[in-house]
């Protein structure tokens, strides 16, 4: 399984940006799909994950942050609105193969490159 984020970018505080991470794969519809981030000096963070049955959200980005799939397109998405200077960080979309949703980054089996967002006050 291969994955590609993009959408990031740099944006003014309050502002919002669309984040898309497309996969490879035949039975996309059945991964697990999640969004972490890793702001400077900073471990990675869970930020989202949605699978079957829904979806799960941070607490610091809960309200802000809504994660979406098309299973026809093989992408995920994250729509994050009323962005802060706290939500700059490098972006990570990662898959993992079937079973529940998942905060742990060490369930994940795939994982993309990453794409920066810049929050600017």
């Known amino acids: 399984v291969q994955l590609q984020a993009s959408g990031g970018g740099l944006v003014q505080a309050g502002g919002s940006l669309r984040l898309s991470c497309a996969a490879s794969g035949r039975t996309f519809s059945s991964y697990v799909m999640g969004w972490f981030r890793q702001a400077p000096g900073k471990e990675r963070e869970f930020v989202a994950a949605i699978n079957w049955s829904g979806s799960s959200t941070a607490d610091s980005v809960k309200g802000r942050f809504t994660i979406s799939r098309n299973n026809a397109k093989n992408t995920v998405y994250l729509q994050m609105n009323s962005l802060k200077p706290e939500d700059t960080a490098v972006y990570y979309c990662?898959?993992?193969?079937?079973?529940?949703?998942?905060?742990?980054?060490?369930?994940?089996?795939?994982w993309g490159q990453g794409t920066l967002v810049t929050v600017s006050s």
């Open positions: 990662a898959a993992k193969t079937g079973g529940l949703r998942t905060k742990t980054e060490d369930e994940y089996d795939y």
